[in-house]
């Protein structure tokens, strides 16, 4: 004899159970430099079929079934950002990073001289942001100088490069326009 238990019901023989386990989403976005977002949105997307099942008011999900969605973060003037997740416990918090979008895009310059007894020809600066990806190569002139221009906003490691022999990094953070004294 079989037969399924619904919370309830009484069972007498063979008894499955079915669990059914509901949790909450949580998705926050944040901006390159790491501060929140005001005014996130978030939808709730089924994972296969990016199907929209749920608009989350301020990106809050409650009583989701335990199981794979995407959460599609976004919030005015910057680019949405699906984030795949996997529910399996109560509360799930997703950090999303969003970008700002080509609308709102200020881009920053970062201008700066080199000088010490390291300097020579062949020295240039590689700029690599501390989140997402991208960033650039500005050769070193002979007075020391490089502009490294069309960067977004956020964090970067800076590091001097002597052909492919690294000789000198530093982390700064652009704000927008910035200028930066280097001692080799």
């Known amino acids: 004899m079989f037969c399924l238990l619904v919370v309830g019901s009484v069972c007498s023989g063979d008894c499955i159970f079915i669990q059914t386990q509901k949790g909450t989403i949580e998705a926050t976005g944040f901006d390159v430099l790491g501060q929140p977002i005001q005014m996130v949105n978030a939808d709730l997307l089924e994972s296969k079929t990016m199907r929209k099942i749920a608009s989350g008011k301020n990106g809050r999900f409650d009583g989701v079934l335990y ?3 995407s959460v599609r973060v976004f919030a005015p003037g910057f680019y949405t950002v699906d ?4 529910l399996d416990q109560g ?3 997703v950090r999303a990073q969003l970008s700002v979008s080509e609308e709102c895009r200020t881009f920053s310059t970062l201008a700066g ?3 010490g007894a390291k300097v020579a020809n062949g020295l240039w600066v590689k700029v690599i942001p501390a989140h997402g990806s991208g960033g650039m190569e500005a050769p070193i002139n002979a007075g020391g100088y490089f502009v490294a221009s069309g960067l977004d906003r956020g964090q970067y490691l800076i590091v001097v ?8 990094s530093e982390t700064v ?5 910035t200028r930066l004294s280097i001692t080799l």
């Open 113 to 115: 001289r080199a000088t």
């Open 173 to 177: 953070l652009l704000r927008g326009d």
């Open 161 to 168: 490069m002597n052909g492919s022999t690294p000789v000198h």
């Open 67 to 69: 199981g794979e969605y």
């Open 83 to 86: 984030v795949p997740v996997r």
């Open 91 to 93: 509360t799930l918090n």
